[in-house]
């Protein structure tokens, strides 16, 4: 049978702890250096090395979370995440403007979260000379995001969500509801 990821972490939990504090004395810049660097490192010995530099770089950081190789994280200290937390391969996180995602979640393969967004008002200047918008973004407990979807800048997913897959959530979601589409629309209740 084989072993939930869970069950492996809390057995190695006061090893990686250990290994935390020590990626702690290290300067900022080359904790958030070593992130990215290891950000392709495959395997368990990716996921482990990735946990304990996220859980000395993070606003904050719980037990048992699971970065897969290929995630990047974009202003990882502006990341706060709860405990039994798996983002997939290929997932984006902007935390730029600041991004929690709580306990139990699991954000499928190819999914990005953004807490900015272009300024585009000026019509005389281009686009992406006009700078960005910060704006912290939330995903409650319990929340499952499906495959490549996106939640934009600004948004609040309630607890005990499901996101479709492909689906880009535009404005906020409440509890215990599954949604789906471009833009995002309540399915039904769970």
């Known amino acids: 049978m084989k072993r939930r990821g869970r069950d492996i972490f809390y057995r190695f939990r006061a090893l990686l702890l250990?290994?935390?504090r020590c990626f702690a004395v290290l300067p900022m810049p080359i904790r958030t250096r070593l992130f990215e660097h290891h950000r392709t490192t495959k395997g368990m010995k990716g996921i482990a090395i990735r946990?304990?530099?996220?859980k000395s770089i993070a606003a904050s950081?719980?037990?048992n979370v699971a970065i897969f190789s290929d995630v990047h994280v974009l202003h990882p200290r502006s990341l706060s995440v709860g405990c039994n937390v798996s983002i997939q391969p290929m997932s984006y996180i902007d935390a730029t403007g600041g991004v929690s995602i709580g306990n139990d979640v699991a954000i499928a393969?190819?999914?990005t979260v953004l807490s900015t967004s272009h300024v585009f008002s000026d019509t005389v200047r281009s686009i992406k000379d006009q700078g960005?918008?910060?704006?912290p973004t939330a995903i409650g407990d319990d929340v499952w995001i499906g495959a490549k979807a996106t939640i934009l800048s600004g948004v609040s997913v309630g607890s005990g969500?499901?996101?479709g897959a492909n689906s880009v959530v535009t404005s906020d979601v409440e509890e215990n509801v599954v949604v789906a589409g471009s833009p995002a629309r309540t399915l039904r209740r769970r």
Do not use: T
Request: proline share 0%.
């Open 161 to 163: 969500v499901i996101v």
């Open 132 to 135: 960005f918008e910060m704006e």
């Open 51 to 54: 946990y304990c530099l996220l």
């Open 109 to 111: 393969h190819g999914s």
């Open 18 to 20: 250990v290994v935390a």
């Open 61 to 63: 950081c719980g037990d």
